[in-house]
Each structure stands twice: as structure tokens, then as C-alpha cells.
T-cell receptor, first 114, second 114 residues
Framework: DAGVIQSPRHEVTEMGQEVTLRCKPI?????LFWYRQTMMRGLELLIY??????IDDSGMPEDRFSAKMPNASFSTLKIQPSEPRDSAVYFC???WGQGVAEAFFGQGTRLTVV | DQQVKQNSPSLSVQEGRISILNCDYT??????FLWYKKYPAEGPTFLIS?????DKNEDGRFTVFLNKSAKHLSLHIVPSQPGDSAVYFC?????????????FGKGTKLSVKP
């Protein structure tokens, strides 16, 4: 397996524009996580899914953020409208559901909102 | 309030010496702890973990120690190598709650000098 695949790797957008980040988890993993990394707050969990169902979205900063997982092999994180304070690295990760299993991370999407 | 704290943003160590990275947590419900390593422009990768029923877990040059009474864990790297230079994240999980409740610290940047 190629691991968790995220796209794009880098995104530069203007304030107010819609941004969509994409993630393909490792095949067979039934948990998918979206994290955001900033200098101030480190790695924050935004939302996670189990078997394509959102379980906890309490980390989503506000209504401008939304995430979907239409099937087991694809998830999106959307920001609409984007703001400069959304600039960060966004990571997607996936893991097995059986027992305690470490999460495998993608390479991240570096988002810059100008 | 941060539930997982890594109070040292950075650490510099000479090659061949021991690196000790520290982590404190506040939530007594955490029952599993993990360390991740992150190189620039890459996602975090799992390094080592420990269950709350243990006080030590060793894997090659890496050993994690857990002191539950002090709510403290540490990662020891012996001997340190230049390739160990990375950001190390401590993470904690309330497995009894949900697989998804993996909380990260802000990370410690380790520099190993030749």
C-alpha cells in the first residue's frame, strides 16, 4: 500500500475562496482523522470518522469547516470561506479499528491563505 | 487547556549521548501513550508506545518510561544519532473511551549534533 495519500501538497489561496483538501486512507483502515498543525497549538484533532461516519467533530473550529467521507477510500476537508488564520498544515491519518493501533499519517497539505 | 504537554520546545544533544524527551499529561483517563517522530515536509510516523499497565517499553535504541503517579512519560534515545534529528510528538489515548481520542502535545524539536 502507498500509505495515506493527501492532495494537494501545497495550496495557496486568497481570503474568501473555497478550499478543498483530499485524503485517501490506507485500504482496510476503518478510522480516518483530520488534524491541523500550527506553531501555536501543535497537532489538533479536527474530526474523525469510523466506517465513513463522523464520530467526533468537536475540534472543527467553526462552521466554515466541513468534512465528508463518501466512501471508505476518500475523504475531503472543505473550508468556505477561507481566512488567513486558517493557514496551517493539514494532516489526514488512518488506522485499524481493532485494538489500539497507531495512526498512519499522510504527508500533509500546507495551506496558505493570503 | 492542554491535556498533553511537552514543555521543552527544543533539545540539542551530542551524537552518541542520551536524548531524553519529556511529556506530562493531566487526564487520568488516558490509558495508552504513543510517541511519533516527524521530519520536515513529512507526516508524523509512529515510533513507540506504552500501555498504562506498564512502566517501561523498549525497542532498540528507544525506550519509553511511564510514571502514572506523576502523570509523566519520557522517551530515551540511546545512543543518539544525527538521523534522529526531528520533531517528537507525545500522544495520549483514552482507549476505553474511543479509538479516536488521540491527543497530541505540541512537540519537541530534537537536534543531534555530530
Amino acid at each position: 500500500d502507498a500509505g495515506v495519500i493527501q492532495s494537494p501538497r501545497h495550496e495557496v489561496t486568497e481570503m474568501g475562496q473555497e478550499v478543498t483538501l483530499r485524503c485517501k486512507p490506507i485500504s482496510g483502515h476503518d478510522y480516518l482523522f483530520w488534524y491541523r498543525q500550527t506553531m501555536m497549538r501543535g497537532l489538533e484533532l479536527l474530526i474523525y470518522f469510523n466506517n465513513n461516519v463522523p464520530i467526533d467533530d468537536s475540534g472543527m473550529p467553526e462552521d466554515r469547516f466541513s468534512a465528508k467521507m463518501p466512501n471508505a477510500s476518500f475523504s475531503t476537508l472543505k473550508i468556505q470561506p477561507s481566512e488567513p488564520r486558517d493557514s496551517a498544515v493539514y494532516f489526514c491519518a488512518s488506522s485499524w479499528g481493532q485494538g489500539v493501533a497507531e495512526a498512519f499519517f499522510g504527508q500533509g497539505t500546507r495551506l496558505t491563505v493570503v | 487547556d492542554q491535556q498533553v504537554k511537552q514543555n521543552s520546545p527544543s533539545l540539542s544533544v551530542q551524537e552518541g549521548r542520551i536524548s531524553i524527551l519529556n511529556c506530562d499529561y493531566t487526564n487520568s483517563m488516558f490509558d495508552y501513550f504513543l510517541w511519533y517522530k516527524k521530519y520536515p515536509a513529512e507526516g508524523p510516523t509512529f515510533l513507540i508506545s506504552i500501555s498504562s499497565i506498564k512502566d517501561k517499553n523498549e525497542d532498540g535504541r528507544f525506550t519509553v518510561f511511564l510514571n502514572k503517579s506523576a502523570k509523566h512519560l519520557s522517551l530515551h534515545i540511546v545512543p543518539s544519532q544525527p538521523g534522529d534529528s526531528a520533531v517528537y510528538f507525545c500522544a495520549a489515548l483514552n482507549y476505553g473511551g474511543s479509538q479516536g481520542n488521540l491527543i497530541f502535545g505540541k512537540g519537541t524539536k530534537l537536534s543531534v549534533k555530530p
